[in-house]
């Protein structure tokens, strides 16, 4: 078996596709021994998994002896191929089609030389240099005026640096078509709650009122929203829930509806929001 096509089960299909996305394009061939189209495409997806030499993986999928991962990822049909990238389906085709024509197919996944450029300038923003940062992703944004993507790491920098109202700019610019990504959801998210923020008194002051009175919700809700907007969830959701607690119904229910507003921005799923959803639902019952 090469290293650039492998047989994938439902016991390793996480580690191999979902994760393995996260470095380089996963190519899933959902096939079965008695389909004829099958036998004419495996062999030309195995020829340019080869000649890739991993600049993508190609994943196998019985989908005779693993029906329920066809089930869940949608196959109506085979041979049916679905190309991951960072975890999620990207692109997909069904049914046997000529190399050329899959050779496109693969080459419109792999990363262009800005996209690297945009990884690098990323992985300077996680060193602590956000101003170099963003002068590189300028540069790069001058090569490929019209990569989105690069606006939108722009956009997460300096959300994260407080320039809110330059953020708001770039994601305010993007098509619709990225308005609906999980990252540029999240972001919008985020500048709501720190238009929410504007005006309101600090957090020193906040916290004061809440120890000198429990029961004053309108600095928790106060509070919990400036949390949110300097990314420190837990505090926040950790004051939404006293609201809860306190009373369910303040402010047509703002604690309970600014708690699944987060729940959104973080994605809907991890250790963070499994926790404080079981937290609410038993607040509420």
Known sequence: MSDYSLDVTAENFQNIVIAGSNKVPVIVDFWAPWCGPC????????????EYQGKFILAKVNSDDHQQLATQY??????NVKAFVNGEI??????????????EFIDKLLPSPCDELRKQAMEVYRQGNA???LKMLASVANLDPKNEQIHIDAAEIMLDIDQVDEAKRLLSNLPPAFRGEARVIAMLARLDFADKSKGLPDSIELEKRITANENDLDARLQLANQMVAKQQYETALDQLLEIIQRDPTYGNEAGRKTMLSIFILLGGHGEIVSKYRRLMASALH
């Not at 004419?40 to 080869?50: D, G, Q, R, T, V």
């Not at 990207?90 to 050779?103: H, I, N, Q, W, Y």
Request: no cysteine; proline share 9%.
């Open 39 to 50: 036998k004419s495409l495996k062999p030309i997806l195995e020829k340019l998994a080869e």
């Open 90 to 103: 990207v692109d997909e085709f069904s049914g046997a089609l000529p190399e050329g024509t899959v050779r």
């Open 131 to 133: 101003a170099e940062a």
């Open 74 to 79: 949608g196959v109506r049909g085979i041979p």
